[in-house]
Nanobody
Framework: VQLQASGGGLVQAGESLRLSCAAS????????MGWYRQAPGKQRDLVAT???????NYAASAKGRFTVSRDHTKNTVYLQMDGLTPEDTAVYYC?????????WGQGTLVTVSS
């Protein structure tokens, strides 16, 4: 299983970014994919997840600002982040959970300046 993430960068507070993550390999028939983030000196925390069927789960900090979506035909998950604040600065990691086992992609850095 491989995950390829993209879309990080430097933005100013209030702006938006969209992260993408494409999964490949033996990932059928179902999966849960999502995003976690790790700020400097902190633990890795959930941001949002989505199942192949489309059920979503958000961290409280993401609700109302971030939207997770998927294109199951491409096994790709997106994270639309609006209203970014400096507190959203972190390395964002794509994750896929297959039958209880986690796989991680490389992190993508999101930096939000004030």
């Amino acid at each position: 299983v491989q995950l390829q993430a993209s879309g990080g960068g430097l933005v100013q507070a209030g702006e938006s970014l969209r992260l993408s993550c494409a999964a490949s390999g033996s990932i059928y028939p179902s999966w849960t994919m999502g995003w976690y983030r790790q700020a400097p000196g902190k633990q890795r925390d959930l941001v949002a997840t989505i199942t192949r069927a489309g059920s979503t789960n958000y961290a409280a900090s993401a609700k109302g600002r971030f939207t997770v979506s998927r294109d199951h035909t491409k096994n790709t998950v997106y994270l639309q982040m609006d209203g970014l604040t400096p507190e959203d600065t972190a390395v964002y990691y794509c994750n896929i959970n297959l039958r209880g086992k986690d796989y991680w992609g490389q992190g993508t850095l999101v930096t939000v300046s004030s």
